[in-house]
């Protein structure tokens, strides 16, 4: 079956630009997770959705940082005024429920780069 | 939740065992070990978690030593397409809000030679 897809697979940006990355869930799915994985780097935490409500948005680095999933189902993570430094693998997992064996299935991620 | 320690990475030869090494020593009593991997340019892969007990399924084993501060991942029979970044990773089992959060480390990076 389909598996989390996201878009666009690559993104180049001029610094200060706003940018939108979509994150396309495996259908059913309850819970969203959003990560950020620097070049050589393990992922890191973003922001997490359980439906539509945002849980923990601890990980979001800064106030130009904005996830959204209002109908429990597509999420976006919107940057904006980029800086080099946002530039990394940003990805997408989602799992079937919140519970104790959910496992996270990710998408392909989206290369953003900043110039 | 607690640290994993890993090599920074490994060379296996095809058609052999593969053992990764993961320290947790710090580990609590409800956390458990879980095992992603990730082939490059794509988002990681779950492999197989455990608690106290050993694990198998068809992708790998994990041996978690009684202790509970260390653990091995086994794979079979490495095959070239084997070859990505492995990370081990305690997570806590309990239901609060944020659990389900995935802390990677660096990992360790496996190259599977011919």
């Known amino acids: 079956g389909a598996g989390v897809s996201q878009s666009p697979r690559y993104k180049v940006a001029k610094r200060g630009q706003d940018v939108a990355l979509r994150c396309d869930p495996i259908?059913?799915?309850?819970?969203l997770f959003w990560y950020q994985q620097a070049l050589g780097q393990g992922p890191e935490f973003l922001t997490y959705?359980?439906?539509?409500?945002?849980?923990?948005k601890s990980g979001l680095p800064s106030d130009r940082f904005f996830a959204e999933r209002p109908e429990g189902s597509v999420s976006t993570l919107k940057i904006q005024r980029t800086q080099q430094e946002d530039s990394a693998v940003y990805l997408c997992?989602?799992?079937?429920?919140?519970?104790?064996?959910?496992?996270?299935?990710f998408g392909p991620g989206t290369r953003l780069l900043v110039l | 939740d607690a640290k994993t320690t890993q090599p920074t990475s490994m060379d296996c030869a095809e058609g052999r065992a593969a053992n990764l090494p993961c320290n947790h020593s710090?580990?609590?009593?409800?956390?458990?070990v879980y095992w992603y991997r990730q082939i490059h340019s794509q988002g990681p892969q779950y492999i197989i978690h455990?608690?106290?007990n050993n694990e198998t399924n068809e992708m790998a084993s994990l041996i978690i030593t009684e202790d509970r501060k260390s653990s091995t991942l086994i794979l079979p029979h490495a095959t070239l397409r084997d070859t990505a970044v492995y990370y081990c990773?305690?997570?806590?089992?309990?239901?609060?809000?944020?659990?389900?959060?995935?802390?990677f480390g660096a990992g360790t990076q496996v190259v599977v030679t011919p």
């Open positions: 959705f359980q439906n539509e409500a945002q849980l923990d």
């Open positions: 455990g608690l106290k």
């Open positions: 990773i305690v997570r806590v089992g309990g239901a609060t809000d944020s659990w389900g959060k995935l802390q």
């Open positions: 259908s059913g799915h309850v819970s």
């Open positions: 997992a989602s799992s079937l429920i919140r519970g104790l064996l959910e496992t996270q299935y």
């Open positions: 710090t580990i609590s009593g409800n956390e458990y």
